[in-house]
C-alpha cells in the first residue's frame, strides 16, 4: 500500500490574517487617527502651554465628562438603540441629587445610591416604551428629551422656593466622607511631591499649577475599561452586539435582547447621573441647563469613535478618544488665535468623515458593495 500522502490544503478560516488588515476592522481607527491628527494641528498652531499639565488637565476634564455620558451611548447604539434624553438626564438626575441632599438632608452614602436607583428607573421607563411600543427609540427618547427638561425647571422652581437653581451643595457635602470620591482633586500629595523635585510646573511660591488629577477623569478611564472589557470579555458583551446587529437573530439563538435593550437604557441613564452627580458636588448648584445639548455631543462622539448608526458595531474606547477630540477642540481653540465658533464647523465636519469612514470600514467587514 503506498504511504503517499495527499496535498494539504490550506482552510481559508484559519488563514492568517496581515496586521494592517485587523488593524483597519477596528472600529476605534479613527478616533485614534483624530486625535494624532488633532493633536499634530494643535502643536503646529497652538501656545506651547495647552500641552504643558496643567494644560492637558484643562482639555481632559470637559472630555471626560461628556466622554461618560458618550460611553454609555456607545454600549446603547451598539445595542442597536439611540438616547436622545441622556442631557436632560444629566439636569434631571441633578435635580434629584440636589432635593436629597438640600431638602432631605440625606448623607451623600444615601442620596447618591438614591440618585443611581432613581436614574435607572427613568432609563428602564424609557426602554420599556420602546420595546412595548415598537416605536424608534429616536422618537421616544426626544419625547423624554422635552419631558425630563420640563420637569427639571419645575422641580427646580419648588425646591428653591421659585429659583430655576438649587445652591449650597457643596457647603452641605464639604464634610461628608464620600464627596472627595465625587468630587476635587486626586493623589494631592503626589503633585506636592512632584513639584518640591521640581518635576510638574509650579508657581513662584513653590506650589504646583496643578494639584491633583480631577475625579472625574479617574471614573472616565475606569467606566472606558469596564465597558470595554464587559464588551469584549463577557456573555453580556456578546449579546449587545447580537442584539444590535440582528435582534430577530439574536432572539431564535436565545438571547433575551428585550432585557439586554432595557439593561443598556438603564445604563446610559446611570452614566447621565454620574456626571450630574460629579458637575453638582464640583459647582455646588444644581441648573435646569445642566448637560444642554450634551446628548448630541455624546452620540457624535460615540459615532467618531467607530459606533454605527445601525447598531452592532463600535466600541467603547472609540467613544473614550472621540470624547478626547472634543476636548482638545473645545480647550484648544482658546491657545489658538481661531475662532472658537469654528468649533460648530468642526463638530459637523467630523460627524460627516466619522459616518462616511464607518461606513466604508463595515462594507469592508460584511463585504457589502
Known amino acids: 500500500m503506498s504511504d503517499t500522502t495527499p496535498n494539504s490544503v490550506v482552510d481559508e478560516r484559519i488563514k492568517a490574517e496581515p496586521l494592517l488588515s485587523r488593524l483597519m476592522k477596528r472600529p476605534e481607527l479613527g478616533a485614534i487617527a483624530g486625535v494624532v491628527l488633532v493633536a499634530i494641528f494643535f502643536v503646529i498652531t497652538a501656545d506651547s502651554a495647552m500641552f504643558t499639565t496643567s494644560g492637558i488637565i484643562n482639555f481632559l476634564t470637559p472630555a471626560a465628562q461628556l466622554g461618560i455620558l458618550a460611553i454609555g451611548a456607545a454600549m446603547l447604539m451598539i445595542g442597536g438603540e439611540f438616547d436622545l434624553s441622556i442631557g436632560s438626564m444629566v439636569a434631571f438626575a441633578g435635580l434629584f441629587f440636589g432635593v436629597c441632599v438640600m431638602v432631605w438632608g440625606l448623607p451623600l452614602i444615601v442620596a447618591i445610591p438614591l440618585t443611581f ?30 419631558i425630563l427638561r420640563g420637569l427639571s425647571l419645575v422641580g427646580l422652581k419648588w425646591a428653591s422656593g421659585g429659583s430655576t437653581q438649587l445652591r449650597g451643595v457643596r457647603d452641605a457635602t464639604e464634610n461628608d466622607w464620600l464627596a472627595p470620591v465625587f468630587s ?39 467606566l472606558a475599561l469596564v465597558a470595554t472589557y464587559i464588551l469584549l470579555r463577557t456573555p453580556a458583551g456578546n449579546w449587545i452586539f447580537a442584539a444590535g446587529g440582528d ?16 439593561s443598556l437604557f438603564m445604563v446610559t441613564a446611570c452614566c447621565a447621573a454620574l456626571v450630574a452627580i ?36 463600535g466600541s467603547a474606547i472609540g467613544a473614550f478618544f472621540g470624547s478626547i477630540i472634543f476636548g482638545m477642540v473645545v480647550i484648544g481653540l482658546t491657545y489658538t488665535d481661531f475662532d472658537q465658533d469654528w468649533f460648530q464647523v468642526f463638530l459637523g465636519g467630523m460627524l460627516l468623515i466619522a459616518v462616511l469612514f464607518n461606513n466604508a470600514i463595515r462594507k469592508r467587514v460584511t463585504g457589502e458593495r
Open 117 to 146: 436607583l432613581f436614574s435607572a428607573f427613568v432609563g428602564a421607563i424609557n426602554g420599556v416604551i420602546v420595546i412595548r411600543s415598537g416605536l424608534p427609540s429616536f422618537i421616544v427618547t426626544l419625547a423624554f428629551l422635552f
Open 184 to 222: 476635587g482633586d486626586a493623589f494631592p500629595g503626589l503633585f506636592a511631591w512632584l513639584a518640591e523635585r521640581g518635576l510638574v510646573e509650579t508657581f513662584k511660591n513653590g506650589t504646583p499649577k496643578v494639584t491633583g488629577i480631577p475625579v472625574e477623569i479617574l471614573w472616565f478611564i475606569l
Open 247 to 262: 435582534s430577530t437573530a439574536a432572539s431564535n439563538s436565545g438571547v433575551p435582547v428585550n432585557r439586554v435593550k432595557i
Open 278 to 313: 460629579i458637575t453638582v458636588i464640583d459647582a455646588g448648584s444644581t441648573d435646569a441647563r445642566r448637560g444642554f445639548q450634551k446628548e448630541f455631543e455624546a452620540i457624535i462622539a460615540a459615532v467618531i469613535g467607530g459606533c454605527l448608526l445601525t447598531g452592532g458595531y
